[in-house]
């Protein structure tokens, strides 16, 4: 027995040496791109732990490097979420919306914390055309990832992630940099660099299969495979450059975070850069823009981060965005094409919205049948006409927009384009803003204006409600089931006569009436947003949710309550005063609760919509808190009223200490600034916030 479990002991140990060997040399090769053996060495490494493993299967774990070639299919992912949530960027396309970045945050910093920046110190990296996911490791060992999805909720696709081999199963300890936290989530992008998505479409191509389009459709539809050995079959690769919560270490500047993460065993981003000032940025952009063809992956622009974390935290995010990076985008691929018709289409604002429908073309592998004209001073600008010859781009890449007219192969006897003086659909007589170029229907029953009302309603920023899409509306409204958001919830009612309509079955409508009965109880701040009310966006409806806690509440605000609230201003608070004050918007609100819509109340919500007890304070937090994230800890501040800043200063009203809490806690002590323990600060909030 004794001989035995010596065996055992060796076999085990063996399989170890040959596990961390494999890990060693897949890191030299994916993330250095220094391999240090042969392929025929690493193989025979492979194939002796691929022996272990199968004369005794216990050996096997999820992340063996035999395991790269992905398991069982499985029937469906579960739920990822964000912690804190994925942002996107906002977009620059020249050198003046760069500065203008610039510009905005050092007035940002000015206004609330009264801080002169001349300017800030970046890190440039390029931005790979890839699909965002977030990856967790705990203990140092790869533990789960998941998809972007909304930013706050993606799709779990941990068993596909295992299968790159880019990602590191086990992060290194580095001998001259920090060990690895017990707790990190990393981000990045997963992508097919240029010689992966040749040799994939050659492959598809002898065995008669459908091409992918471009490196990223491949990329993302790779990853949101239910079988993982086919995400093992494809050539993905990872680029990390970000990271979520991190328990353990804290890090000071976004190139300390990319060497230190390189240090660990991350591969990061490619070829990126810290600059001293814009003038580098600007210079290293034309660097990218220049070698972006010969580069082995393909990338659409550059990504440009303030580099300092205390200043990164001090501005803060929108709902969508970060105020302390922007991507920079390349000048996008052009080509022409014939401008057929122009329509006109009416959004849920009743704004109206000429559409040139375009011959249709391929544009960097997209294609592209139309583009918006905007309004009619874009129209008449460019004076775009039926019959033109024009130069279309998708604008980053993405968006497909007419850059100019041909002139001289402009057909004779074009007439000049002017939008309607009455509604297309109702018939409705239009009429212009007087401080906007839009032309809208004012009739709030207005097919269009309800069509596209739903859709925004029912949408993955709003309610949320999958399956009710714009065919699926079309056809509710076309039958006449659903004149307005509540009749959507009263469905179930006549999901008999919904199942003639030809394309449902059972399972369509049953699908639906459960995702209508699970957005009942989605968060206040989506309902906010869904209501369609003109000026209010994502964040600012999250704004409003956290400052007055029901929708009871807001609509029986007033306006210097509103004006109080720093993202508010005249405009912004009359539209929201009159969407309240109309008539149909009230109906259509009680309708809602009537048919049982609950909207979660945020975690955080002031007793009273005027009780800001905080106001005019700044915080500083500090340590690690066990009872909550620093983000959340954040948005309660807020709540009341108050900021957090990154730093302590004489500015600085308190101090939230948690564990290990370090120099900003002997710094506020030295300037008198009371400082708070976390249970202190926990009773503050129970005293001033409802539970």
Excluded at 133 to 154: A, H, K, L, P
Aim: glycine share 8%; hydrophobic share 35%.
């Amino acid at each position: 027995m004794n001989s035995q479990k010596n065996i055992s002991d060796e076999i085990r140990s063996k399989a170890d040496q040959l596990t961390n060997q494999l890990h060693h040399h897949n890191y030299r090769y994916y993330s250095l791109d220094n391999p240090i053996i042969s392929d025929t060495e690493y193989d025979r490494l492979m194939r002796e732990l691929q022996l272990l493993e199968s004369a005794h299967p216990s050996l096997v774990t999820p992340n063996s490097p035999t395991q790269r070639v992905g398991v069982e299919p499985i029937e469906g992912f579960g739920e990822f979420i964000h912690d804190p949530p994925m942002r996107s960027l906002e977009n620059a396309l020249n050198e003046e919306e760069v500065q203008s970045f610039e510009a905005r945050a050092r007035r940002y910093l000015k206004q609330k914390y009264n801080h002169e920046i001349e300017h800030f110190e970046y890190v440039v990296e390029p931005k790979i055309d890839g699909s965002a996911v977030d990856i967790i490791y705990r203990e140092e060992i790869f533990d789960s990832g998941g998809t972007r999805g909304d930013g706050r909720q993606g799709e779990n696709i941990t068993e596909n992630l295992r299968t790159i081999e880019d990602i590191p199963y086990r992060l290194i300890s580095s001998k001259n940099g920090p060990p690895p936290p017990r707790y990190l989530t990393i981000r990045g992008e997963v992508y097919i660099d240029r010689d992966g998505f040749f040799k994939l479409n050659q492959a598809r191509e002898a065995a008669s299969e459908a091409l992918f389009a471009n490196p990223r459709n491949a990329a993302a539809g790779t990853l949101r495979q239910l079988n993982p050995k086919v995400t093992a079959s494809r050539p993905l690769r990872v680029s990390l450059y970000s990271v979520g919560k991190v328990d353990g270490f804290e890090f000071e500047s976004q190139s300390q975070l990319l060497e230190t993460l390189s240090g660990w065993g991350v591969p990061v981003s490619p070829g990126w850069r810290k600059c001293k000032n814009l003038d580098e940025v600007f210079h290293r952009y034309k660097d990218y823009l220049t070698g972006r063809e010969s580069l082995p992956f393909e990338i659409d622009g550059m990504v440009i981060k303030i580099n300092s974390f205390e200043l990164q935290r001090d501005l803060g995010d929108t709902s969508r965005a970060p105020r302390w990076a922007i991507a920079y985008k390349f000048p996008p691929k052009q080509d022409h094409t014939i401008v057929e018709d122009i329509i006109v289409q009416v959004g849920r604002t009743g704004v109206l919205t000429p559409v040139a429908i375009l011959r249709p073309l391929r544009i960097g592998g997209v294609e592209v049948s139309r583009a918006t004209l905007h309004n009619q001073n874009e129209v008449d600008r460019k004076d775009v006409r039926v019959g033109d010859t024009v130069v279309i781009q998708r604008a980053g890449d993405v968006i497909p927009e007419i850059v100019a007219i041909v002139r001289d192969k402009r057909p004779a006897g074009t007439r000049k384009f002017k939008i309607p003086k009455t509604c297309p659909i109702c018939k409705t007589k239009a009429v212009r803003d007087e401080d906007e170029s839009a032309v809208r229907c004012p009739n709030p029953v207005c097919d269009a204006v309800l069509r596209e009302g739903l859709r925004h309603f029912a949408s993955r920023g709003a309610m949320d409600i999958e399956g009710l899409g714009e065919k699926v509306v079309n056809q509710l409204v076309d039958e006449g089931f659903v004149k307005e958001p509540g009749d959507l919830f009263e469905l179930k009612e006549h999901r008999n006569k919904i199942l003639e309509i030809k394309g449902w079955k059972e399972k369509k409508i049953d699908n639906l009436l459960a995702a209508l009965e699970e957005a009942k109880g989605q968060p206040l701040y989506r309902l906010i947003f869904g209501l369609g009310i003109r000026h209010v966006g994502a964040h600012l409806a999250e704004v409003l949710a956290t400052r007055f806690g029901s929708i009871d509440a807001l609509s029986q605000t007033n306006k210097e309550r509103l004006m109080d609230i720093h993202e508010v201003g005249p405009q912004v608070a009359e539209s929201i005063i009159s969407f309240f004050e109309d008539e149909r918007s009230r109906q259509t609100l009680a309708n809602l609760l009537a048919a049982g819509l609950t909207p979660a109340i945020p975690d955080i919500s002031v007793k009273d919509a005027g009780d800001v007890p905080f106001a005019g304070k700044t915080f500083v937090l500090t340590g690690t808190l066990s009872s909550c994230s620093r983000g959340e800890a954040k948005v309660a501040i807020e709540a009341l009223g108050g900021r957090v800043a990154g730093t302590v200063s004489k500015k600085t009203d308190f101090v939230v200490a948690g564990e290990n809490p370090g120099s900003k806690r002997t710094k506020a002590e030295n300037l008198d600034i009371p400082v708070w323990d976390e249970d202190v600060f926990k009773q503050i909030l129970m005293e001033k916030l409802i539970p």
